[in-house]
């Protein structure tokens, strides 16, 4: 099967003696590398049709000054991006947390968004590896700095929504934002099954049990809904968009029970 063409890095990369070939006694700039397109989307899960796309969303603005002539960065596909991530992480939020108010899940949202969040989750795949960034910026440690890593993820979410559609953007956010681990998976960084275990091991040493009792919502928007029984007794139930969600939920339900009881379970 032959090679993809990569039309965007062919704009950012001048043909020899083409109209943007230095002028005479102007030192040339040294090509930059090929991206391995194929290696990268095996990183991110995801096997785009238009390849140019990816490359344009790992394209820092630094490199696009320091080409001949100048070509697109990432910029504009941080823009779309950010404007899909936010609406994926309210829808998620707004389904999963049917008790918070405004004001809740607008905490939760921006944590969930936040700058440092999305550069962890950009850092989890690896992209900093394959960022393109100009010769200033890799000299200060641009694919250090969280600001740059955050914005070549919302990028990566404005191309997979162009390449994909919303359906499968909404599927690959919510894996690489929630599924980072059981902790996360409730929105607010509380373990709320660990400490629902460990009040209910106070007084005996059978674990709780969680079952899924319905099911509810399209393919890519599911809802579950979680009850928690200890000892043969429903202690709390609760919903989420992931299995992980709903459990954490109903253990928080079942916490808030046991506090606004006597705190003993039996």
Not at 71 to 79: A, I, K, S, T, V
Not at 222 to 239: A, I, N, P, S
């Amino acid at each position: 099967m032959p090679p993809r063409e990569n039309p965007v890095a062919a704009d950012i990369l001048p043909a020899p003696g083409g109209a943007g070939a230095p002028k005479k006694g102007r030192r040339a700039k040294a090509p930059a590398p090929e991206l391995p397109i194929a290696e990268i989307e095996g990183r991110i899960g995801h096997r785009f049709a238009d390849p140019s796309l990816l490359v344009q969303a790992l394209t820092h603005r630094s490199f696009s000054q320091e080409s001949i002539p100048p070509g697109p960065d990432n910029q504009r596909l941080e823009f779309l991006g950010d404007a899909v991530l936010q609406l994926i992480v309210t829808e998620r939020l707004w389904r999963g947390h049917g008790e918070a108010d405004e004001g809740d899940l607008t905490r939760m949202r921006s944590e969930r968004v936040s700058g440092q969040a999305l550069a962890r989750a950009a850092r989890r795949l690896g992209i900093a590896d394959y960022l393109r960034l100009g010769r200033g910026e890799e000299k200060t440690g641009g694919r250090g700095k969280a600001s740059i890593m955050a914005d070549a993820f919302e990028a990566l979410v404005g191309a997979l929504y162009l390449d994909a559609g919303y359906p499968a953007c909404v599927r690959w956010v919510e894996d690489r934002l929630w599924e980072a681990s059981p902790e996360e998976a409730n929105g607010d960084g509380l373990d709320y099954k660990s400490q629902l275990q460990e009040a209910l091991q106070r007084h005996s040493r059978r674990l709780p049990l969680y079952t899924v009792i319905r099911e509810s919502g399209p393919e890519h928007l599911k809802v579950f809904e979680v009850e928690v029984r200890h000892d043969g007794r429903v202690l709390g139930q609760g919903t989420g968009t992931t299995k992980k969600a709903a459990e954490q939920a109903a253990a928080r339900e079942s916490l808030r029970a046991l506090e606004g009881g006597s705190g003993d379970p039996a």
